[in-house]
């Protein structure tokens, strides 16, 4: 129970944050190309650490 009291307010307090960054990321004029470039890095390095084992 003690759990539930602890967790619930973190996923509510995440949930409002994940609203409020998809509608601050709706109104503004995005980069889609830089966006999903330092997306594409970000997963091929930690594909690499998986493949590799190193890093």
Known sequence: MIRLVIILPI???????????ISDV??????WTGVTTIIGFIALAFWLRHVTGMG
Do not use: G, P, T
């Open 11 to 21: 996923v509510v307090f995440a949930w409002m944050l994940l609203v409020k960054l």
């Open 26 to 31: 709706k109104k503004a004029n995005v980069d």
